[in-house]
T-cell receptor, first 112, second 115 residues
Framework: EDQVTQSPEALRLQEGESSSLNCSYT??????LFWYRQDPGKGPEFLFT???AGEEKEKERLKATLTKKESFLHITAPKPEDSATYLC?????????????FGKGTKLSVKP | KAGVTQTPRYLIKTRGQQVTLSCSPI?????VSWYQQTPGQGLQFLFE???????NKGNFPGRFSGRQFSNSRSEMNVSTLELGDSALYLC??????????????FGPGTRLLVL
């Protein structure tokens, strides 16, 4: 069964304390892995798409990497405004364009 | 470009009633997907519409249905509401015709509370 597991469920950091979030997936024929950020009461906001193992993408303090079994979201010197829930998602095997399987997310809190 | 819009943003209903939610995709996007988000189950795929046809469906009962209009706007309907239907309902759109997996862009969601 295709599935996505994210860890940890929650992460508390001090401002400036770098860390990584993990997204493990089991799906045949990965066609892309997506990272989103979600603030309370809002819809997910797109961050990155990774298509193949070894690929990396960066945006401000965030860097996403992809291997054959997992993806990491590295947060360098986070700020309080980085506090949010980070979600990763993959399309299931044989799924259509508009179908994604989401992990439960990592809730990140960054304290000043 | 304007983003995905959803109406209404908040809704309170009682058990047994039905509800209709609306979604307007990003201009030019022809694929619209609906997801249900709850604290316990997270984000779960409901269905996807492309060119007025349901292209894919998640594992939800038949009480959940949807449709898409010729302008790509979409509605979802939930009949005979149950307490467990309380959730954030999210709509996402993408161009829908790519050969690689496309990015979906989400709307702000409709918060449904069933009493």
């Amino acid at each position: 069964e295709d599935q996505v597991t994210q860890s940890p469920e929650a992460l508390r950091l001090q401002e400036g304390e770098s860390s990584s979030l993990n997204c493990s997936y089991t799906v045949s024929g990965l066609r892309g892995l997506f990272w989103y950020r979600q603030d309370p009461g809002k819809g997910p906001e797109f961050l990155f798409t990774l298509y193949s193992a070894g690929e990396e993408k960066e945006k401000e303090r965030l860097k996403a990497t992809l291997t054959k079994k997992e993806s990491f979201l590295h947060i360098t010197a986070p700020k309080p405004e980085d506090s949010a829930t980070y979600l990763c998602a993959v399309p299931p095997y044989g799924g259509s364009q508009g179908n994604l399987i989401f992990g439960k997310g990592t809730k990140l809190s960054v304290k000043p | 470009k304007a983003g995905v819009t959803q109406t209404p943003r908040y809704l309170i209903k009682t058990r047994g009633q039905q509800v209709t939610l609306s979604c307007s995709p990003i201009s030019g996007h022809r694929s619209v997907s609906w997801y249900q988000q709850t604290p316990g189950q997270g984000l779960q795929f409901l269905f996807e519409y492309f060119s007025e046809t349901q292209r894919n469906k998640g594992n939800f009962p038949g009480r959940f249905s949807g449709r898409q209009f010729s302008n790509s706007r979409s509605e979802m309907n939930v009949s005979t509401l149950e307490l467990g239907d309380s959730a954030l309902y999210l709509c996402a759109s993408s161009p829908g015709q790519g050969t690689v997996q496309e990015t979906q862009y989400f709307g702000p969601g409709t918060r449904l509370l069933v009493l």
